[in-house]
């Protein structure tokens, strides 16, 4: 299991925010981007751990390097 908590998605929108990441679009689910990468993330509380890994790979992030930005 990745050595990661299960966050609320609100904190994470931060946490990318923080990385250069902004919001593009909102719904279900909210998705991001910093111009290169598009990342999306739903609106769940709290968002799986395994979920939450992938989505941090999938913006170019390490788990804690993600972590600081909590």
Request: aromatic share 10%.
């Amino acid at each position: 299991m990745p050595s990661l908590p299960e966050i609320n998605y609100q904190r994470a929108v931060k946490a990318f925010e923080k990385f250069g990441f902004w919001i593009t679009r909102q719904g279900k689910h909210i998705t991001m981007t910093n111009g290169k990468r598009i990342t999306t993330i739903p609106r769940a509380n709290p968002i799986n751990a395994y979920t939450m890994a992938g989505i941090i790979n999938d913006a170019g992030l390490g788990i804690e390097e993600f972590k600081k930005l909590l």
